[in-house]
Nanobody, 116 residues
Framework: QVQLVESGGGLVQPGGSLRLSCAAS????????MRWYRQAPGKERELVAG????????NYADSVKGRFTISRDNAKNTVYLQMNSLKPEDTAVYYC?????????WGQGTQVTVSS
């Protein structure tokens, strides 16, 4: 059974940090590119960051460049999103996605709220 389980979300003040984790099971994690998406209320889901299967290539949305870092540990079947200098506009539900060709899996999401 394929599972992607996100954790690490919560309430944080502007300027603070959070580290999201996504634990994968039920598929060959190391063969999949991994991505973090987010969706704020009333907005479309958007790509935040992505990382290739070998961790050598990463990409980021312009809005998070220099503040967020995506990484993966293939031995632990886990992908991370380190989020620093958080802003209120980063408030959203964050989703983990695994993708290989036309096959994709999604987690259930974790809420991140940035507010004073």
């Amino acid at each position: 059974q394929v599972q992607l389980v996100e954790s690490g979300g919560g309430l944080v003040q502007p300027g603070g940090s959070l580290r999201l984790s996504c634990a994968a099971s039920g598929f060959a994690f190391s063969n999949y590119a991994m991505r973090w998406y987010r969706q704020a209320p009333g907005k479309e889901r958007e790509l935040v960051a992505g990382i290739g299967s070998l961790s050598s290539d990463t990409n980021y949305a312009d809005s998070v460049k220099g503040r967020f870092t995506i990484s993966r540990d293939n031995a632990k079947n886990t992908v991370y999103l380190q989020m620093n200098s958080l802003k209120p506009e980063d408030t959203a539900v964050y989703y983990c996605n695994a993708q290989q060709m036309m096959v994709g899996y999604w987690g259930q999401g974790t809420q991140v709220t940035v507010s004073s």
